[in-house]
């Protein structure tokens, strides 16, 4: 089975920090992709890529950057972290064939 | 833009219930449509997945799902729902071709015992 984990289950950063969110998936796959999850909202794509060192914004990529130096590695930036980003964070890969695999989330709250 | 409608946001049944979710899209093009569910305290596991041919689709735990091009819906059905299927269900969908997948709001399902 494709497995993405996602480094952290829960964390708690004081507003101003730098946070990283990691994800790693071991089934090769092209593409990966950051969401948020809030209530009433759904998911919401932060970032994504299609492959090593490339990077699209998604729909709300304002105070969030990415990282992915290699191909199963993909992290999520948040260069000062502020209280509107307290959330659920779910990593993703996916090829065309197989469709997408989610790690189990980050709930991240800011303080 | 592509966006995706759950118009039910919490929907309480009883066990053995039917069960409906609506889900509506806003792309004209073709499209590969996804049910996803979420227990309480797990990550996004997909239910079913329709990217073409019959537009019944059958998907695990008794879940199916029907594709109306004519309305823009994949509405989510299980004949008798139980307990367990107590979950967060999210809609979503593709451009064909595209990898990008853009969820709806999700609907909370409660099952009372």
């Known amino acids: 089975d494709v497995k993405v984990t996602q480094s952290s289950r829960y964390l708690v950063k004081r507003t101003g920090e730098k946070v990283f969110l990691e994800c790693v998936q071991d089934?090769?796959?092209?593409?990966m992709f950051w969401y948020r999850q809030d209530p009433g909202l759904g998911l919401r794509l932060i970032y994504f890529s299609y492959d090593v060192k490339m990077k699209e914004k998604g729909d709300i990529p304002e105070g969030y950057s990415v990282s992915r130096e290699k191909k199963e590695r993909f992290s999520l930036i948040l260069e000062s972290a502020s209280t509107n980003q307290t959330s659920m964070y779910l990593c993703?890969?996916?090829?065309?064939?197989?469709?997408?695999?989610f790690g189990s989330g980050t709930r991240l709250t800011v303080v | 833009a592509q966006s995706v409608s759950q118009h039910n946001h919490h929907v309480i049944l009883s066990e053995a219930a039917s069960l409906e979710l609506g889900c509506n899209y806003s792309y004209g093009g073709t499209v590969n449509l996804f049910w996803y569910v979420q227990y309480p305290g797990q990550h996004l596991q997909l239910l079913l997945k329709y990217f073409s041919g019959d537009p019944l689709v059958k998907g695990i735990k008794g879940f199916e799902a029907e594709f109306i091009k004519s309305k823009f819906s994949f509405n989510l059905r299980k004949p008798s729902v139980q307990w367990s299927d107590t979950a967060e269900y999210f809609c979503a969908v593709a451009r064909q071709g595209a990898q990008k997948l853009v969820f709806g709001q999700g609907t909370r399902l409660t099952i009372n015992p």
């Open positions: 993703a890969s996916s090829t065309p064939s197989y469709g997408y695999t």
């Open positions: 089934m090769d796959h092209e593409n």
